[in-house]
């Protein structure tokens, strides 16, 4: 299980923040929070910041069932109204990959229904 940050990362407040809430949310199989912040640093509207705070974007990859029977648009909507307070504070972009275990591994789904 991939909920907790790798050992000796320095993880800022706003990724410590989101691993929180979508931990506490999703209570994911997985999760993997990547800052890709130094990647837009010379974007218009982080140069607008002076640079942001160095957690401005984010790529999230979550796998977690709370997804079954959630569209894409509903799995996004849900991650971003955890998160509207960050979001209304400067977290400017978050990228999400939101999954469930099925479609990760769809041969558990097949030996779930076997064993029904």
Known sequence: MANHAPVGSNMGP??????????TLLQPLQ??????SHLHRHHAAMRAQ?????????NVSIISAVF??????ERHRMIYAALSDELAQGLHAISLRT????????????GSLMTS
């Open 14 to 23: 706003v990724e410590t923040t989101i691993r929180d809430k979508l931990t």
């Open 31 to 36: 999760l993997t929070i990547t800052n890709e």
């Open 50 to 58: 002076g640079g942001g705070n160095g957690e401005t974007h984010f």
């Open 68 to 73: 079954n029977g959630k569209s894409t648009i």
């Open 99 to 110: 999954k469930t275990p099925e479609e990760v591994d769809p041969a558990s789904a097949a």
